[in-house]
């Protein structure tokens, strides 16, 4: 199985602040990374898939980058909305695998 | 729009088994194969199998093969997720997602105590 370590597991920020978020893959995955927003009680909502296409709605704030084996994702200036938990998703390879989630915290 | 509504919370004995169903609406059912994902505090989101709703065939992740089945109703636009022999740690958040490329929409979650 292809394992996701997703990095920091929590960080406190403010409002205004760029934040990122970074995922490793254990093995290639080409293009086949999405990132994923969770608030509390919710289901997750995409907001990125394959590696840096942005999901229609979500703002443009939001970006991903990235190839193969280490991806990120950027929040340009955190907005108050945006304090969540954040996961990648591969898709490239069966069984898909999460990462293992970051929590944004308000500093 | 796009909808996926899951069936209610369920509470269950150690050992039984829970039926979940995930009614789809507002696309072409059988154009989008139908996953099934579950959250745990301790284990967070794990990818449980898919179902190609239009022929039914599907793949299971082997840490629940044998344990998993996902069938489909085209009748209904339904797709079902059963577990048998549950025990405390398949008390999770059960959620149903559509595959177009990665997992674009989900339903609400279904809740499964087992106790």
């Known amino acids: 199985d292809i394992q996701m370590t997703q990095s920091p597991s929590s960080l406190s920020a403010s409002v205004g602040d760029r934040v990122t978020i970074t995922c490793r893959a254990s093995q290639g995955i080409r293009q086949d990374l999405g990132w994923y927003q969770q608030q509390p009680g919710k289901a997750p909502k995409r907001l990125i898939y394959?590696?840096?296409t942005l999901e229609g709605g979500v703002p443009s704030r939001f970006s991903g980058s990235g190839s193969e084996t280490e991806f990120t994702l950027t929040i340009s200036s955190l907005r108050p909305e945006d304090f969540a938990t954040y996961f990648c998703l591969q898709y490239g390879l069966s069984p898909w695998t999460f990462g293992q989630g970051t929590k944004v915290e308000i500093k | 729009q796009v909808r996926l509504v899951q069936s209610g919370a369920e509470v269950k004995k150690p050992g039984a088994s829970v039926k979940i169903s995930c009614r789809a609406s507002?696309?072409?059912?059988?154009?989008?194969?139908l996953h099934w994902v579950r959250q745990t505090p301790g284990q967070g989101l794990e990818w449980m199998g898919m179902i190609g709703p239009g022929d039914g065939s599907t793949t299971y992740s082997q840490t629940f093969q044998g344990r998993v089945t996902l069938t489909t109703d085209t009748s209904t636009s339904a797709v079902f997720m059963e577990l048998n022999s549950l025990t405390s740690e398949d008390t999770a958040v059960y959620y149903c997602?559509?595959?177009?490329?990665?997992?674009?929409?989900w339903g609400q979650g279904t809740l499964v105590t087992v106790s």
């Open positions: 507002g696309y072409t059912f059988n154009y989008y194969y």
């Open positions: 997602a559509r595959q177009f490329w990665s997992l674009d929409y």
């Open positions: 394959a590696i840096s």
